[in-house]
């Protein structure tokens, strides 16, 4: 059995790896060891997500896949929920979560009627975490636009700012040959920016040699 840790942030501005502390020091008051991370910086609300599908591929049976919540998991709709609760089962893959304590004997149960019970139980606590974190995403959603709309209105709202200088350093890094899996680990972007910020090099070179 390995342990696995899955960590993501929603936008490249934010730290995906900020939960690794609580991880770990979760992973050692239970005594015992994270195997592999899996970082990104994707929405919970997208199902595409590389680095998940990464570490679903890696699992083997009774394999361990370790979040801080729920949410970082999923905020999927009730359809893409369900395609990603399948390929869990389909994998045998256990979810233990921080904020679910039922899920936490999943990671070593006692006996298997044990296993069982806390297996059902998790099942259907996941599935209420799940659709809660989706009501709050789309909560979330709904504010902000309440709020362009208001700005919009007062003649505030200037839409979002691109971060020039940290555009400008990928671009550098790139240039330099560095791999994009060197440059997200290095700045914890997503490999949206990244294919962004590569297609306007490549528009810029087409005007210079133009």
């Known amino acids: 059995m390995f342990i696995r840790a899955y960590l993501r942030a929603s936008t490249a501005e934010q730290d995906a790896a900020r939960a690794r502390s609580a991880l770990d020091?979760?992973?050692?008051?239970?005594?015992?060891?994270?195997a592999a991370r899996y970082i990104e910086n994707e929405s919970g609300s997208r199902l595409a997500r590389p680095e998940l599908f990464r570490l679903l591929d890696d699992c083997g049976p009774g394999d361990v896949l370790l979040v801080e919540?729920?949410?970082?998991?999923?905020?999927?709709?009730?359809?893409d929920w369900a395609k990603l609760r399948a390929e869990i089962e389909t994998r045998q893959i256990r979810v233990v979560s921080l904020d679910l304590p039922t899920s936490w004997n999943l990671v070593t149960p006692p006996d298997e009627f044990t296993a069982r019970m806390f297996a059902a139980v998790n099942s259907m606590m996941?599935?209420?975490l799940a659709a809660v974190a989706r009501k709050d995403y789309e909560d979330r959603r709904r504010r902000q636009e309440e709020g362009v709309q208001r700005a919009r209105t007062a003649g505030l709202y200037k839409g979002r700012q691109e971060n020039l200088d940290r555009n400008d350093a990928i671009a550098q890094s790139m240039r330099s040959g560095q791999t994009w899996r060197e440059i997200m680990s290095a700045t914890?972007?997503?490999?949206?920016?990244?294919a962004k910020i590569a297609r306007r090099l490549r528009e810029d070179d087409c005007v210079s040699t133009g």
Request: hydrophobic share 40%.
């Open 126 to 128: 996941l599935d209420v």
């Open 69 to 79: 919540q729920v949410d970082r998991l999923s905020r999927l709709g009730s359809a």
């Open 25 to 34: 020091t979760f992973a050692a008051t239970h005594g015992f060891r994270i």
């Open 188 to 194: 914890g972007c997503s490999r949206t920016l990244l």
